[in-house]
């Protein structure tokens, strides 16, 4: 028995032994394997600095200035990228991309855009200014009676020359329902009382048309609660002539009107008139003064 236990404890021990030289053998081998691989790899990772200093020389001294000039282009841009603010560009170069445009750049242009838009409104002031004059150089001032027609300048105008010896075109052809009568009183029917009467009341038709009297200027265009609409002319030489009862006035304050011309139509007749019935009011006064305007008809 004893034999068998140192036996198969001898076994053991060998094979333990046997086994323990086995494992040492391979890690052993495994090392060396494992070291011949890392000293080649070494080999390939030895930087050899002479070398590349002597390359480094050699590169740029064979570089031409083409290649340099385009890498160093490449950096400005890159520079130039990194400086870029577009909400500079947006607010600065109305929104037109100019990555080399300064700030002062940019303000002094948009100065000088301001001063040329300055000068072109300046420009269209002045031709308005120029167009609304007349040929001989005065400018031309719309009536102030709201019909919006333009007046003559006074310098087209021909002289206003009437004088005591001239003689007027009839304003409407009708009977004379009042006359002219400044020195007595006369009797107005609507009214149903004697009074003055600076003027002579033609009978006419609503409608019929009026013409001037002569040549002159317009004064004014008024509405008076007895004659109604009215119109008062400068003829010149002192005189001056009013037209009242009127509808559809042709002319405006400072228009020139000829002799003969149609200045309105016949309205109805106001309520101070209606028992005369429709009627043309025609006065007449020279330097304020009331007129017999049949010393000068025609």
């Known amino acids: 028995m004893r034999r068998r236990r140192r ?22 081998a495994t090392g ?13 990772y030895v930087v050899d600095l002479s070398a590349i200093e002597n390359n480094t020389a050699t590169g740029f001294a064979q570089e031409d200035d083409t290649q340099l000039t385009q ?39 948009g100065a000088e855009e301001a001063r040329e838009e300055k000068k072109e409104e300046e420009k269209v ?3 308005k200014k120029e167009a609304s004059k007349s040929p001989s150089g005065e400018e031309i001032k719309e009536d102030e009676g709201g019909e ?16 005591d010896s001239d003689t007027l075109l009839w304003p409407i052809v009708g009977n ?19 009074k003055y009467n600076p003027a002579i009341i033609i009978q006419a038709n609503e409608g019929d048309l009026i013409t001037s009297a002569s040549a002159g200027k317009v004064k004014s265009v008024f ?8 119109v008062t002319m400068e003829l010149g030489g002192g005189y001056e002539a009013t037209y009242g009862q009127l509808a559809n006035i042709l002319v405006s304050e400072g ?23 429709t009627n043309v009011y025609f006065k007449l006064t020279k330097d304020g003064e009331p007129v017999n305007p049949m010393m000068k008809l025609n």
């Open 32 to 44: 060396l394997w494992l070291g011949r691989d890392n000293g080649r790899q070494d080999e390939g």
């Open 148 to 163: 919006g027609t333009p007046a003559l300048s006074t310098a087209m105008q021909p002289a206003l020359t009437f004088s």
């Open 176 to 194: 004379i329902l009042v006359n002219y009568s400044m020195d007595k009183t006369v009797y107005f029917s609507t009214l149903q009382q004697y």
């Open 223 to 230: 509405q008076d609660p007895q004659i109604g609409h009215a």
């Open 125 to 127: 002031e002045e031709e």
């Open 71 to 109: 890498k160093i282009a490449g950096e400005a841009s890159l520079a130039d990228d990194l400086d870029y603010d577009p909400y500079f560009q947006e607010t600065n170069s109305k929104k037109v991309e100019n990555p080399h445009q300064s700030e002062s750049d940019s303000m002094s242009e």
């Open 255 to 277: 228009s020139y009107v000829s002799a003969g011309d149609i200045i309105a139509e016949v309205a109805s007749p106001t309520k101070y008139f209606s028992v005369e019935g």
């Open 7 to 28: 036996r198969s404890f001898s076994k053991e021990r060998f094979l333990m032994i046997a086994s323990s030289v086995l494992v040492l053998g391979s890690l052993t």
